[in-house]
């Protein structure tokens, strides 16, 4: 499942992927429980609350774990053909019952309501003239939007409050982004383009700044197939590779364009600086995005996407751009834990901070990784108490 890496010397069409070895000091995840349930590619998973988690896929059924201990709590049955979104909707009142719901759209053009403690059917929604593709709840507006053909919004009654309208949030702004390498900045408020992008800046040491940027000759290279953020930058899986834009400095700060084999299919922030990644190719991976001192010498990125109106300057003018980069900080992204356990793609993954990773594969099995120190600190634990009830403890001290 690992490639190796090409030596400096050697020349190709592909960039050397990052490897790492059996010693992992930094990966905590040494222990894995492998969960059963699905007969088909498991697509999809979304968390319930501190301790569940629900898997759903292309069998149509959603199964509810416990994410402490891998146990099957439920099964919800009721879509005829594959999932195609899922999302879940929590109560907001204090008054009325504190429940978890979980919307899931299908291939039937069905969304069905669930209550998420109880696998009962809350409601059925048969009326879509296409497939719902994606799901999305704006909780403090206490409505959710489903998106196929038509953009709807609906609220916690299940009513149709408006087709492809306009509604506002508290954010101004979000990003969208295509397998054909385009990136749109929308306005929240009316949803109207803010900025549309397809070329991609090469973060590599350019000989010439006035030379043509030119997109990847294969599709698959600039797609973009997730994203996320924080406060500070964007992270994006663009076909093998990762990117790690800077909002304020406008640019990339780091990348791994062969991130894994084959296509990134999912990455999300975690805390302390990382960054965790899944691929086609069975993998997920662990990064750590470290600050590096730039050399003088060496020009740095001027950006990723022109968004915001930031694109490509003439060569006289960015003379003083670069001086004043010339010292500037920028980062790299190192490779500190690979974990191989599934045999085909990762669709997706959720992070768990106290219970671990768990992943999920079109090999229909779903695994959940464990910190290995924090179990084995945790059995220890439950013997001690275990022996202190039977009053073993006392006996042998």
């Not at 003088?296 to 001027?302: D, L, N, S």
């Not at 790299?332 to 671990?356: A, Q």
Request: proline fraction near 2%.
């Amino acid at each position: 499942m690992k490639a190796n890496c090409s030596s400096p010397g050697e020349t190709g069409e592909k960039s050397p992927l990052q490897t790492i070895g059996e010693e992992q000091t930094q990966n905590p995840y040494t222990e894995l429980l492998v969960l059963k349930a699905h007969h088909d590619i498991v697509r999809f998973l979304v968390q319930l609350d501190d301790y569940r988690f629900a898997s759903a896929g292309d069998d149509g059924i959603v199964v509810v774990w416990n994410a402490q201990t891998g146990e099957k709590l439920l099964e919800l049955n009721g879509h005829t053909q594959k999932i195609t979104a899922i999302i879940t909707f929590s109560s907001l009142g204090s008054c009325e019952e504190k429940n978890q719901l979980i919307l899931t759209a299908s291939a039937d053009r069905t969304v069905i309501v669930w209550d998420g403690d109880t696998a009962r059917q809350v409601q059925r929604i048969s009326c879509f003239q296409s497939t719902v593709k994606c799901l999305t709840v704006l909780q403090r507006l206490d409505v959710w939007l489903s998106g196929g053909n038509d953009l709807c919004v609906w609220n916690r009654k299940l009513d149709l409050l408006c087709k492809t309208s306009h509604l506002s949030d508290t954010d101004l702004s979000f990003v969208t982004g295509s397998h054909i390498g385009e990136l749109i900045i929308w306005d929240a408020l009316d949803w109207t383009m803010q900025a549309y992008e397809r070329n991609f800046w090469d973060p590599s040491p350019q000989l010439d700044t006035q030379q043509e940027i030119k997109l990847c000759q294969k599709s698959n290279d600039i797609s973009i197939h997730h994203f996320t953020c924080d406060e500070e930058n964007v992270f994006a899986a663009v076909g093998r590779g990762l990117y790690v834009y800077n909002l304020q400095m406008k640019r990339v700060i780091a990348c791994q364009k062969t991130a894994h084999d084959s296509n990134v299919l999912h990455i999300a922030k975690l805390p302390n600086r990382q960054l965790i990644s899944c691929s086609e190719d069975g993998s997920v991976r662990i990064w750590e995005l470290r600050e590096k001192q730039q050399l003088a010498a060496e020009p740095v990125p001027t950006g990723f996407f022109n968004m915001w109106g930031f694109g490509r300057v003439n060569k006289q003018a960015s003379q003083p751009v670069k001086k004043q980069q010339e010292n500037a900080t920028s980062c790299s992204l190192e490779l500190i834990g690979d974990l191989i356990g599934h045999s085909s793609s990762v669709e997706m993954f959720l992070y768990f901070e106290d219970h671990g990773l768990v992943t999920c594969s079109a090999d229909h099995l779903i695994i959940l990784w464990k910190n290995g120190e924090r179990e084995s600190g945790l059995r220890s634990l439950r013997l001690f108490q275990k022996l202190e009830e039977n009053g073993d403890l006392y006996l042998a001290v």
